[in-house]
């Protein structure tokens, strides 16, 4: 069995408020959970009203399928409207 982790800061420009911060946040986290068998929470940075650190774990039997779901994932959050990937870091 494997683990993989994700760790992708993300900046929501247009976020005035952290009710609007979490508005987007639930979101993608809503949207990445129905298309991909993840689990996701923000993990950091929950009193910026306009950057969040949001964690992503999948487990696998192969580390070639984790690293293809979860570059997959850091596609999706890039073409996102509203929120832009600053950095995000992979794990296997």
Same mark, same amino acid.
């Given at each position: ?6 760790? #992708?800061? %993300? #900046?929501?420009? &247009?976020?005035?408020?952290? $009710?609007? $911060?979490?508005?987007?946040? !639930?979101?993608? $986290? ?11 929470? &923000? =993990? ?6 306009? %950057?969040?650190?949001?964690? =992503?774990? #999948? =487990? !696998?039997?192969? !580390?070639?399928?984790?690293? $293809? ?5 850091? &596609? ?13 870091? %992979? &794990?296997?």
């Amino acid at each position: 069995m494997l683990i993989g982790t994700l760790r #992708m800061h %993300l #900046m929501i420009p &247009e976020s005035r408020s952290l $009710k609007e $911060k979490r508005q987007v946040i !639930s979101s993608i $986290k809503d949207r990445l959970r129905n298309h991909f068998n993840i689990s996701i929470a &923000e =993990v950091d940075a929950q009193d910026h009203r306009q %950057l969040a650190v949001l964690g =992503v774990a #999948m =487990v !696998s039997n192969e !580390s070639v399928h984790l690293r $293809k779901a979860l570059s997959q994932v850091v &596609e999706f959050v890039r073409c996102h409207p509203v929120a832009q990937l600053l950095d995000y870091q %992979l &794990e296997v």
